[in-house]
């Protein structure tokens, strides 16, 4: 089929929106109820499209429906139109109220807990009406996330999966991941440490598969050591704190982690080398998408931010 400017008259948002909601439900009952209009009018909707199209776009079974091949590639575009407008509208309002914005943020659990809260702060310092929805999860979970739109950018290590075709990915800082206990734990007083002396430690960790427990073993191999067992595994950066605050466990976490969110939290790095080199955070965000202007904000904040921290705190520049 080609592309026509008859095509581009008969296909209307409304239908692109009956197929994104067929496509979310599986059903087309479940997206009749969803949209509050009857099941025929959904079932005819999405058969004048395909006959627009000329392809099937669904597999019907009693079961339900699944999007076919042909449903697969208009529901990408249907995905990323919805997208564009929603970032117009946006964008729209911004320019109408500087001081107002709304942000999908995706980050890693530790820059959850450190480095994006405080440039959220710096932000709402300025601009009050701003408001951000926060997605914390490992990377793989937060490149699905941009690349089906449901969040605006990234802020997370980009190490443990290869560069990705489809995104722009701009350097913040390099962090150092780190031994790290409550100050009342006995190693933190100790000026000489090797991995051999706390491996029989308890150590609360990333949980198995995670990159940052395999930064923790690249440690203790270099050591010539078994690497230690995992008595909490989590990626809750609160757990993280509570349990090193008793003074009973450490952590393998960030050198971010500790400057920016380990404030009240009474935590110090240990004094043991580590062979894993610094990994980079970056910003990222999707090729060919139109960012907001308030994600163009949040974008230089962080690296103005960052430039900062990386003249006063341990963080590096490559």
């Given at each position: ?5 008859s ?5 209307k ?17 479940r ?22 199209l ?42 109408g ?7 999908r943020?995706?980050t ?38 941009l ?22 990915a ?6 150092q ?8 734990c ?8 090797a ?13 198995p ?22 008595n ?13 605050g ?25 004094r ?30 962080a ?16």
């Amino acid at each position: 089929m080609r592309w026509t400017d008859s095509v581009a008259r008969r296909i209307k948002l409304r239908d692109l929106q009956v197929l994104l909601a067929v496509a979310n439900s599986g059903s087309m009952g479940r997206a009749a109820v969803d949209l509050a209009v009857s099941q025929p009018a959904i079932s005819k909707a999405i058969t004048d499209l395909e006959h627009e199209l000329g392809v099937r776009l669904f597999d019907r079974s009693p079961q339900g429906v699944v999007p076919t091949i042909y449903g697969d590639a208009i529901l990408k575009s249907a995905t990323a139109i919805f997208d564009d407008l929603r970032q117009g509208v946006k964008a729209i309002e911004f320019l109408g109220d500087p001081t107002a914005g709304e942000l999908r943020i995706g980050t890693s659990p530790p820059l959850s807990a450190g480095f994006v809260p405080t440039v959220i702060e710096s932000l709402a310092q300025e601009h009050q009406r701003f408001t951000f929805e926060i997605v914390a999860a490992e990377l793989a979970a937060l490149h699905r996330e941009l690349r089906d739109r449901r969040i605006d950018l990234a802020i997370a290590p980009t190490t443990g999966l290869p560069p990705q075709d489809d995104m722009n990915a701009e350097v913040l800082f390099f962090d150092q991941h780190v031994a790290m206990a409550g100050v009342q734990c006995k190693w933190t007083q100790r000026r000489k440490i090797a991995w051999s002396d706390v491996v029989n430690e308890r150590w609360v960790l990333a949980p198995p598969q995670s990159v940052v427990l395999e930064y923790l073993v690249q440690a203790f191999h270099a050591a010539g050591i078994k690497p230690p067992n995992i008595n909490v595994a989590t990626l809750s950066i609160p757990l993280h704190f509570h349990l090193l605050g008793t003074g009973g466990y450490l952590a393998f976490l960030p050198v971010s982690t500790l400057c920016f969110g380990a404030k009240g939290h009474s935590l110090k790095a240990l004094r043991l080398a580590s062979p894993v080199k610094p990994s980079p955070v970056a910003v990222l965000t999707l090729k060919n998408r139109t960012l907001s202007p308030a994600a163009k904000t949040f974008i230089d904040l962080a690296h103005t931010i960052a430039k900062k921290a990386r003249g006063e705190l341990p963080i590096g520049t490559d």
